[in-house]
């Protein structure tokens, strides 16, 4: 079964430095997304990504964030200077389409980041 | 702007038994998706169900089956013959006709009993 898969699945890092935390989405999906949960807390969404556009994106996706994706099957979100605040679990998840039967988003296994 | 509220913060379950998880939205979009996700103590988000708004009838997974109340904006969860494995946080969230983003509620925790 197509799954969401994501790299690293754990990354330390210190204040200040660039992460970039990358996704590979199920092959024929066109919709991504990512999401961040602090730990004790709610599934917190910060951009859609379509078309090689941003498409939504929350207040937390400030000018430190940033999505790309590089070639044909791979989705990054690159954090510029990385904050303490900034430690979490970062999912990728994509969907064939934003609405209707087919929306569900598929989410990855996380990737846990630590800014120490 | 949605809204989801899941106000059990933690349930016990037997082994075998059926338990039911609560979840009520907000929303002033006339069509929306409604979605469980089950995170397991490993992190990792699993999907479990799906409602549209528009769906004439409940939706069903396996055990998993959900209660979709429209004029309550309600959509619970139920869990039939629940397992050790079924041992996670689960979460209730949503999507409106003008969004692209999931909005989660805080989660329940179910603990299955053996």
């Known amino acids: 079964e197509p799954e969401v898969t994501q790299t690293p699945s754990h990354q330390v890092t210190q204040m200040g430095q660039e992460v970039i935390l990358r996704c590979v989405p199920i092959s024929n999906h066109l919709y991504f997304y990512w999401y961040r949960q602090i730990l004790g807390q709610k599934v917190e969404f910060l951009v859609s990504?379509?078309?090689?556009?941003?498409?939504?994106k929350s207040e937390i996706f400030d000018d430190q964030f940033s999505v790309e994706r590089p070639d044909g099957s791979n989705f990054t979100l690159k954090i510029r200077s990385t904050k303490l605040e900034d430690s979490a679990m970062y999912f990728c998840?994509?969907?064939?389409?934003?609405?209707?039967?087919?929306?569900?988003?598929?989410f990855g296994p996380g990737t846990r980041l630590l800014v120490l | 702007a949605q809204k989801i509220t899941q106000t059990q913060p933690g349930m016990f379950v037997q082994e075998k038994e059926a338990v039911t998880l609560d979840c009520t939205y907000d929303?002033?979009?006339?069509?929306?998706?409604l979605f469980w996700y089950k995170q397991p103590s490993s992190g990792e988000m699993i999907f479990l169900i799906y409602q549209g708004s528009y769906d004439q009838q409940n939706a069903t997974e396996g055990r998993y089956s959900l209660n979709f109340q429209k004029a309550r904006k309600s959509a619970n969860l139920v869990i039939s013959a629940s397992q050790l494995g079924d041992s996670a946080m689960y979460f209730c969230?949503?999507?409106?006709?003008?969004?692209?983003?999931?909005?989660f509620g805080a989660g329940t925790t179910v603990t299955v009993r053996a």
């Open positions: 990504f379509y078309n090689n556009e941003i498409s939504e």
């Open positions: 998840a994509s969907s064939e389409f934003p609405t209707g039967k087919l929306e569900t988003q598929y």
């Open positions: 929303t002033s979009d006339p069509s929306y998706g």
């Open positions: 969230a949503m999507r409106g006709s003008n969004d692209y983003k999931l909005s």
